[in-house]
């Protein structure tokens, strides 16, 4: 994300989901650990949501400037995401922010979402995000648009999670 410290390899170990949760990109211990894609979403093959969680540290590194999206300012001055991949570059443009908690009986399921079964099941989660997103983007997706999610701890809330929801722009 341009003009922020969010500029990170980011891995993906399925068999061991978050191995880079306390390593760092060369397989070291680290407390910062490294972005990496949430095991049930397979950067190989097509999907409609792609996931990467990161921490949230103190120092300003890894997501934590994800919190500047608090505020529609930030927004307005960060909108989009370049999302460098094995098949090249992406960019995505952010259509929500919000704040979730998670691990309760109630929470959105947002780290669920990778494939819709259908276009409703699509437009659902969309809804869903756009609904709970802390300001207007004016920013959608449809059915076909392949969605970003980037998620990271956030403290107001009890297990609470900041989420930033993109959609890719096709070129």
Do not use: W
Not at 61 to 81: S, T, V
């Amino acid at each position: 994300i341009e003009d922020t410290p969010i500029n990170y390899p980011v891995m993906y170990t399925p068999d061991n989901p978050d191995y880079y949760l306390k390593h760092n990109f060369y397989k070291e211990s680290s407390a910062y650990g490294v972005p990496y894609i949430a095991e049930h979403c397979d950067p190989m093959e097509p999907s409609d949501n792609v996931i990467i969680y990161g921490h949230h540290m103190n120092s300003g590194k890894m997501f934590a400037a994800l919190e500047g999206y608090k505020e529609q300012d930030f927004y307005e001055g960060h909108p989009l995401i370049i999302y460098n991949t094995l098949h090249g570059e992406e960019t995505y443009q952010v259509m929500a922010a919000f704040c979730t908690p998670v691990y309760t009986a109630k929470d959105f399921a947002y780290y669920a979402f990778t494939e819709a079964e259908n276009e409703k099941a699509y437009q659902s989660f969309v809804d869903a995000v756009r609904k709970r997103s802390i300001y207007d983007t004016g920013i959608t997706a449809v059915y076909g648009d392949k969605l970003l999610t980037l998620s990271t701890c956030e403290y107001s809330q009890k297990n609470g999670r900041m989420v930033v929801v993109a959609k890719q722009i096709k070129a």
